[in-house]
């Protein structure tokens, strides 16, 4: 037996075998322990012919046609070689331990060989054998049934014909159904949606009707998801109230609506607000125009942006008391890629889990009170030490080392030690400086800057003393 291939098959991993029979001249393939279809070399044509079995029941024509290819590649003069070669090896061990000491290879190695060859001769004698029988059966048969095909035959050409003609009417129809599909927004599946996870990783196995070879989410308006979704032998159809839908795009360019429900805890129109951290760090407090199950607290929320584009974003759970969820863009054609570390807010792999989505909206929401019109990630990421309205002593650092009039006199370590004696003698926590109080800092620096620079003075590149 030689292994060919892993196939995944209705989402289950199955190995791929071929062995050769006893005869030498005919092959069978297995699907895990089971076989599913044979090969004689003898007997021209196609290199595999599936078998009637249950393990083949679900297969896909797609599946039965990737196995095609892979079984078309075989050499089977070499795989016949090698498989013969492994089956002698393996009859010379067994004669080896049946015969035991006193027995030389050479001889060992000659009776395998005649073992295996009378073997194979019986078995040739007995397909022979069999191959005759059934020649002789059919012959008996045969003028008896010539009229019975004739007419089967002209039945089943007339049946194909019908069929067809359906078929061709069908896919004509969903080619038009596919064509006037107008897609809104994409998001490509390999995208990074948090610290560890793409979107395709987070969606596939958590939506039942989700394509292995999908390569984009999709946004489309619902009406145009029902009508793809219509029963080609029914007047029904499986409706979505909301604006918008979500679908995928695979590997041909087939659109499929997913099969996902519209969170039914804030409505199909909802009109609960939450905090909706953008791409570029800012943070809105709005409402969305639908929003979807993906599994558990998950969800997927759609908006109209700016200039009419739709926004869309995913949110990793909800809080624990509120049922409020914190969602994050995902980036699309429209938006820039986003930093690591406005990605990465309220990380659903830390240890503190959903609580640190219970802390990020406790936090946007006391700082919403007080700026609801200046909000960024570091106002709504659960982290106390963080927040748009202080600076850290060395973002202070970097902001008054980029001043022009302040950089064209005193150098990086000069200003560094300014605003070190700034802080002390104001007693100021150097985590948490206000906006006014740098602002009051910089007209220092820049006072003594330029004192320093009427005196004809250049510390730029000077002592800090």
Same mark, same amino acid.
């Given at each position: ?113 005649? @073992?295996?060859? &009378?073997?194979?001769? /019986? !078995?040739? %004698?007995? =397909? +022979?054998? $069999? *191959? ?5 059966? #059919? ?11 004739? @007419?089967?035959? &002209?039945?089943?050409? /007339? !049946?194909? %014909?019908? =069929? +067809?003609? $359906? *078929? ?5 129809? #969903? ?26 990783? $987070? ?263």
């Amino acid at each position: 037996m030689k292994y060919l291939s892993k196939m995944l098959i209705n989402n289950q991993e199955k190995s791929l075998y071929v062995c050769l029979n006893e005869n030498g001249n005919t092959f069978n393939y297995y699907l895990d322990n089971k076989i599913i279809g044979a090969y004689t070399t003898t007997v021209p044509g196609e290199k595999i012919i599936f078998k009637e079995s249950e393990e083949l029941a679900d297969i896909s024509e797609d599946i039965k046609e990737e196995i095609r290819n892979k079984v078309n590649e075989i050499d089977f003069k070499e795989l016949r070689e090698e498989l013969l070669e492994y089956r002698k090896k393996n009859k010379i061990n067994e004669l080896a331990h049946v015969l035991g000491e006193g027995y030389e290879n050479e001889d060992i190695t000659r009776i395998a060989e005649v @073992e295996l060859e &009378e073997q194979s001769i /019986e !078995d040739e %004698e007995e =397909q +022979e054998q $069999i *191959e005759e029988n059934e020649e002789s059966q #059919e012959q008996e048969s045969d003028e008896e049934k010539i009229e019975d095909d004739k @007419e089967s035959q &002209e039945k089943l050409e /007339e !049946d194909l %014909e019908n =069929q +067809e003609e $359906i *078929e061709d009417e069908d896919n004509t129809k #969903e080619t038009t159904r596919q064509k006037n599909v107008v897609i809104k927004q994409e998001i490509k599946l390999n995208s990074k949606v948090n610290e560890i996870k793409t979107l395709g990783q $987070i969606l596939r196995g958590k939506i039942s009707n989700f394509p292995l070879d999908a390569k984009k989410l999709v946004v489309i308006e619902s009406s145009k998801k029902n009508r793809l979704l219509q029963d080609k032998n029914s007047k029904s159809s499986n409706i979505d109230s909301a604006r918008y839908s979500l679908a995928v795009v695979d590997s041909k360019g087939i659109i499929t609506p997913l099969n996902i429900e519209v969170d039914e805890t804030v409505g199909t129109n909802p009109t609960q607000e939450n905090y909706q951290l953008k791409g570029n760090g800012e943070v809105e407090k709005e409402d969305v125009l639908c929003r979807y199950k993906i599994a558990g607290n998950e969800t997927i929320s759609i908006k109209n942006g700016q200039y009419g584009e739709i926004e869309v974003f995913y949110s990793p759970g909800k809080t624990r008391s509120g049922n409020k969820s914190f969602d994050k863009q995902l980036e699309t054609n429209n938006v820039w890629p986003i930093k690591t570390q406005i990605r990465d807010t309220v990380g659903e792999y830390n240890t503190e889990g959903n609580r640190q989505i219970d802390r990020a909206v406790k936090e946007a929401d006391e700082h919403f009170k007080e700026h609801p019109e200046n909000m960024d990630y570091r106002d709504a990421d659960g982290i106390e030490e963080t927040s748009s309205c202080y600076l850290s002593k060395e973002q202070c650092i970097e902001i008054l080392s980029e001043v022009e009039e302040i950089s064209d006199v005193y150098n990086r370590a000069y200003v560094t030690n300014m605003l070190e004696k700034y802080i002390e003698k104001n007693k100021i926590d150097e985590n948490h400086i206000t906006q006014e109080e740098l602002e009051k800092i910089q007209k220092e620096i820049e006072e003594e800057a330029e004192r320093e620079h009427d005196m004809g003075l250049d510390l730029s590149h000077g002592d800090v003393s």
